[in-house]
């Protein structure tokens, strides 16, 4: 199930409760945790992009190495129940088209 993977191995990075602040984290990282409680950002992903991150890691979307790859552990049903719980997590839904620009406005290190 994909609740025991968000408490054994998603919040050792992203926090307990989502916020990228986990026992993992440090200020000294190349790429910091993603806040998954940031609606502002979190608004600017589609499912699809979420769901990409998720299946081939962080480094599929120019984010974390550290972030693995999940396709090969994770079922395609707990993959969607995850991004479900991203979407909780930030209170948020995908808002639409989403310029490069604003994205730096709201998240200074986007590249």
Known sequence: ???NYISTWCSQCHGVEGKGDGVN???DMLVNPR???DAAFMSTRTD???EEVIRHGGISASKSAIMPP???TL???EIKALIVYLRKLCNCKFEGVVSDEK???ISPGFK
């Open 1 to 3: 199930m994909a609740v």
């Open 25 to 27: 984290s440090t200020p």
């Open 35 to 37: 806040d998954h409680t």
């Open 48 to 50: 699809k992009q979420l």
């Open 70 to 72: 999940w396709e090969a």
């Open 75 to 77: 079922q395609n049903e």
């Open 103 to 105: 994205l730096k406005k």
